[in-house]
């Protein structure tokens, strides 16, 4: 995959190339694939939606007459980098009848006992859905690592686990789109003084967000092991740059117009005699 | 609640009143609280979009801090009057994130096992969210009854373990809202012919759905039965006109909108020291 022409499309442009990774390369203001302003990157959002909704309802009838295909979107980064954004922007532009959306938190401990793919598994898109997990398995390498919530061999063996997990999620059907949201130190830092500022977005702001800020270094040098360990061909990793909201909210959008088109779903054939119905129903 | 004026709002106006209900005596056509055109109509649709998601952004945050309030719709009504168009045209405005969506379909044997209820109770909205039910526990004294999936002593006893479920979840902090979208026979068949002329269509056409359409009026006894039966104060019905599907989502959106209102939610106030907070962030 990381022979990717540019041509490919933005899902190619943004696509995390294998081998190791260095996220200080990646520019967190760019909006690679888009030339325009502020303003023309919320239209062109929008714009979107009939599209991926289209595409979306194509998806969920093949899911409703046998397919098994159904797509998972990834969404992880540091704090305020704009996960919840993602999905009330660009998520919203769907039928959210066909997503199954699942924000993770710090497990329970009736979780935790029965290893930590359980709580993902249980919480995949059925057939034709498009799933999106804000937070995910990764948690479990990266606060997990860096908070030494588990010894570092249980860390280290997650990478192995979580690669086989996601062969299968692909070998089950799953496409997996994994984001990385990607914001500079001083945009997090600006995003939490407007938490602050504004007490209507206090409820969203957790002094424990301050301690998990300082350990920035630590969380990148944790993201850059999952992106390069947990990164196959049949589960790629995009970084997202993310100091610029709009940019994020359309990048995160394209690609998975992108993915929709690439996967092609079509009506699905009446399973039935159309003449037959016709006349049945007109007798009633 | 059958004492409410109608200066209460369209909760008012389309609030089942308590006693016998007769379903032929309501218009499905009428547009009751809302004098404008179909193009108005969606246009005032759209524009209910900013409000009632700045209230559902409010319960949302009141339920990340400990409130226990939530909202449960119930969408019931026969095929085709309309229960996903509500969800993608009235849901679809508000922040998926906060949304908790469940179809039900005809039950598992394993459902079946373990009492009606159960799979209801799994799938209620948790503190904060808006819970959706595309069909419901409604369904056991529906087509239960009509096609004699249980015997009658079973289904007559429903009623009141309805009514104790939902007593229930009042008192634990859910707001019920039941809707009953009325569509006439004849806009079913219109409506029917229009899934079987359009090939994108076939997949949401059943042959069954005929069977189910000859079986009208026992429908219509039954969900009178439920309309009287299960009708408490704290768990009432909606009948909304939905031959119009313009009225239907604008209907069925206005009066969550008036419940949002009323409910009231409060942003949360800050449990941290705001100013400590900012020489902490101002420092690293």
Redesign the interface.
């Known amino acids: 995959m990381a022979k990717q022409k540019k041509s490919e499309g933005l899902l190619g442009q943004l696509r995390v190339p294998s081998g190791p990774v260095d996220l200080t390369k990646y520019d967190t203001r760019a909006t690679p694939g888009f030339s325009g302003t502020k303003e023309e990157g919320k239209v062109a959002l929008e714009e979107l939606g009939a599209e991926v909704s289209d595409w979306q309802e194509r998806l969920f009838?093949e899911g409703?007459?046998g397919g098994q295909r159904s797509v998972l979107l990834v969404l992880q980064g540091m704090d305020t980098s704009g996960k919840?954004g993602v999905?009330?922007h660009g998520?919203?532009l769907?039928?959210?009848?066909g997503?199954r959306?699942t924000?993770f938190k710090a497990p329970t401990p009736a979780e935790k006992r029965r290893g930590f793919l359980w709580r993902i598994r249980q919480a995949l898109p059925g057939p034709g859905m498009i799933g999106i997990f804000?937070r995910s398995h990764y948690e479990d390498v990266l606060i997990a690592r860096v908070r030494n919530l588990v010894a570092p061999p249980v860390w280290n063996r997650r990478y192995e686990q979580i690669n086989d997990f996601e062969a299968e999620l692909a070998a089950n059907g799953v496409t997996l789109l994994k984001y990385f949201l990607h914001i500079s130190p001083e945009e997090q830092?600006t995003r939490?003084?407007a938490r602050?500022d504004d007490?209507?977005k206090?409820?969203?702001?957790?002094?424990g967000d301050?301690d998990e800020?300082?350990l920035w270094p630590a969380y990148v040098e944790a993201y850059h092991a999952a992106l390069e360990r947990c990164n196959g061909p049949e589960a790629p990793w995009y970084v997202i740059p993310s100091d610029r909201k709009w940019y994020r909210n359309w990048a995160v959008t394209t690609i998975l117009l992108e993915t929709l088109r690439s996967l092609d779903p079509q009506?699905?054939?009446?399973d039935?005699d159309?003449t037959t119905?016709?006349k049945?129903?007109a007798s009633?």
Chains 1, 2 share one sequence.
């Open positions: 009838a409703r007459k919840g999905i009330r998520a919203g769907m039928d959210p009848q997503l959306i924000s804000d830092k939490l003084e602050l007490p209507t206090h409820w969203k702001y957790n002094p301050v800020r300082e009506w699905p054939i009446a039935f159309v119905e016709k049945r129903l009633t």
